[in-house]
């Protein structure tokens, strides 16, 4: 089966199904993938059964799981306008800009439309990306519906918490920080993915590190136990901490997002 074919019998989930994933490793000076090499690793290093597999490096799909993956290489850049702004607040890659400007090409990475949560397809996509990248030279990873950037080394770096099935929070979800005249905020992009409302916080006197070190929690308390934070709850990271649930239109996110106030 084609690609485009893959892609256009995928374009209309059922109601019960998860929507498409997508990832782009990036490459420089004309580097690419072998296909061969990473089914090996997913199999040796990640014990998946990978089956039904169908192409070559140009364009493949394979089932892990009972999830289908497709992966194409595109012999060109992500268009710039894409990635440009995700540059400019990818604080976990400060030269994002001056190392990505010249790129020679990507590959597109899709898990199709499937059954399982959405953890559960995030940790195959993020096992997937892995794979590309320890046995390539991959310059790192853009997921553009998570204003994510991720260069190799954190990519690698997370080989410890996939392979203790842990959360990799920020390889699925982007932290965003800022700092106002009125307090310090931080927000999260990318748990809608996970059918959740985005989660901010505005106007904060905790300072951005410790903004980020409580949104990080929250986060993977949230992934980890497949939670939805429900109005007029309260959470909390201590027993005692009792902090109210509330919802409210988005400052930094777009349509509504749910408020924590520390």
């Known amino acids: 089966m084609s690609l485009f074919n893959l892609f ?11 929507n498409i994933l997508l990832a782009m490793p990036i490459f420089n000076n004309g ?17 998946f059964d990978v089956t039904d597999i169908e192409g070559d490096n140009n364009a493949v799909a394979f089932n892990i799981n009972g999830e289908t993956i497709a992966l194409a290489y595109i012999p060109v850049q992500i268009p710039w306008d894409d990635i440009e702004g995700t540059a400019k607040y990818a604080y976990n890659w400060p030269n994002a800009s001056e190392e990505l400007k010249d790129h020679g090409g990507h590959a597109i990475v899709s ?4 059954q399982k949560s ?8 993020s096992k997937v990306l892995y794979s590309i990248l320890i046995t390539s030279d991959a310059v790192g990873v853009y997921q553009g519906a998570q204003s994510l950037l991720i260069p190799r080394n954190q990519y690698l770096d997370n080989i410890d918490v996939l ?12 932290i965003g920080l800022k700092k106002l005249t009125t307090g310090n ?8 993915e996970f059918n959740n409302q985005e989660i901010e916080i505005i106007d904060s006197k905790l300072s951005l590190e410790e903004l980020f070190d409580f949104l990080f929690n929250i986060t993977s308390y949230v992934l980890c136990q497949e939670v939805t934070l ?9 027993a005692d901490q009792k902090i109210a649930v509330t919802s409210s239109k988005g400052e930094f996110v777009k349509g509504q997002s749910i408020k924590l106030k520390v």
């Open 8 to 18: 256009k019998k995928n374009t209309k989930p059922q109601a019960s199904e998860n």
């Open 118 to 125: 959405p953890l559960e397809r995030f940790k195959i996509l």
């Open 185 to 192: 905020c931080a927000y999260t992009y990318g748990l809608k």
């Open 31 to 47: 580097d690419s993938y072998d296909i061969n090499n990473i089914i090996e690793n997913l199999k040796s290093h990640w014990g």
């Open 230 to 238: 429900k109005i007029g709850e309260t959470i909390g990271l201590t």
């Open 163 to 174: 392979e203790n099935d842990d959360i990799p929070v920020t390889l699925w979800v982007y």
């Open 111 to 114: 898990i199709m439309s499937g």
